[in-house]
Nanobody, 128 residues
Framework: QVEPVESGGGQVQAGGSLRLSCTFSRLSFEDYPMAWLRQAPGQPRKGVSCITWDGTDTYYQDSVKGRFATSRDNAKKTLYLQMNNLQPEDTAEYFC?????????????????????WGQGTQVIVSS
């Protein structure tokens, strides 16, 4: 089984909301900070949000602050991303990953999973 498995994407109008989920089965999920990254066509994959292993700290790309909220359930090995007031510029493929460090995940490009692998992603399309 390929993991992680991302779900919850779809097509919405600007101003709408979606909730993404990312589930692992084999990974020691609670050992890692977890991040959401997104990749628009022709663009590099960029960190959108990140949450520490215990959920006490969260980090966001400036463009989504105040609109997106990430959370995690370690017992379910699941990461979430609540996206509100979606805008056309949020259109992208969304991926989750276990990462090394939240600050660098948000700040830099070229992030690779610290453990596990890239999943299939889930597509988000926001129409104006």
């Amino acid at each position: 089984q390929v993991e992680p498995v991302e779900s919850g994407g779809g097509q919405v109008q600007a101003g709408g909301s979606l909730r993404l989920s990312c589930t692992f089965s084999r990974l020691s999920f609670e050992d890692y900070p977890m991040a959401w990254l997104r990749q628009a066509p022709g663009q590099p994959r960029k960190g959108v949000s990140c949450i520490t292993w215990d959920g006490t700290d969260t980090y966001y790309q400036d463009s989504v602050k105040g609109r997106f909220a990430t959370s995690r359930d370690n017992a379910k090995k699941t990461l979430y991303l609540q996206m509100n007031n979606l805008q056309p510029e949020d259109t992208a493929e969304y991926f989750c990953a276990a990462v090394t460090d939240c600050r660098s995940t948000i700040r830099y490009l070229g992030v690779v999973p610290r453990a596990g692998q890239w999943g299939q992603g889930t597509q988000v399309i926001v129409s104006s």
